[in-house]
Each structure stands twice: as structure tokens, then as C-alpha cells.
């Protein structure tokens, strides 16, 4: 089991920076990936981010390409998630998530992924 615990959330007006942390604890060498998804109320759930723990790949969506930078901490086995030029229509609640992922172009498909965190929600106005 993995378990992650996420941090960083809280309230900006439009074209503010937050950063999220997400930390993960248990069995690490249960995952190769580390991702972060939203899920903004009556939408579905999409990924955001997602980080390959083996070297230094990252995906993002095209909606925060430019604006969000995924990082890791291996050592620390912390995942970060800095969100620059925030706009209302990033609001969502924020999960972190570890799965092993074996075709690197479906990193950001929640299905892959089996460990979640519990969330944090992230607030935008405008």
C-alpha cells in the first residue's frame, strides 16, 4: 500500500501562483509514476501532471502547459505541483496520485493509477 498525503491548497485571485505538495509514504517501489488530477464539481476527473520517478519525463495537459510545473524529490518521495498564472477555470479540488504506469502516454489516465490521496481544493476568482 501507498499513501499519500497532499498539502497546498487554498484561495487566489486570477493570475496567482500556489504550489502543492504531495508526500508519499509506504511502498515506494509499489509505482514508477506520480501524477496530480482535478475534479471540478459535475466534471469528470483529469489529469493535470504526471512525473516518471526514473528519470525526468513529465506530461502535462494542454490546459496548464506553460503555466504548471510538475517536480519530484525522490529522496523525499514528495511530488510538487507549482501553479502559476492561475485562472477560475483551474478551481477543483486537487488529488495526487502513484500507479505503475507502462506506456508513458497514459500517464495522465486516472485508470492507471491505484493510490490516491484524499485532495485539495484549489479556488480561483476571477
Known amino acids: 500500500q501507498v499513501r499519500l498525503v497532499e498539502s497546498g491548497g487554498g484561495s487566489v485571485q486570477t493570475g496567482g501562483s500556489l504550489r502543492l505538495s504531495c508526500v508519499a509514504s509506504?511502498?515506494?517501489?509499489?509505482?514508477?509514476?506520480m501524477a496530480w488530477f482535478r475534479q471540478a464539481p459535475g466534471r469528470e476527473r483529469e489529469g493535470v501532471a504526471a512525473v516518471f520517478k526514473g528519470g525526468d519525463r513529465t506530461d502535462y495537459a494542454d490546459s496548464v502547459k506553460g503555466r504548471f510545473i510538475v517536480s519530484d524529490d525522490k529522496a523525499k518521495n514528495t511530488v510538487y505541483l507549482q501553479m502559476n498564472r492561475l485562472k477560475p477555470e483551474d478551481t477543483a479540488m486537487y488529488y495526487c496520485a502513484a500507479g505503475l504506469i507502462y506506456y508513458p502516454s497514459t500517464s495522465l489516465t486516472a485508470i492507471h493509477y491505484d493510490y490516491w490521496g484524499q485532495g485539495t481544493q484549489v479556488t480561483v476568482s476571477s
Open positions: 509506504g511502498y515506494i517501489g509499489g509505482y514508477n509514476y
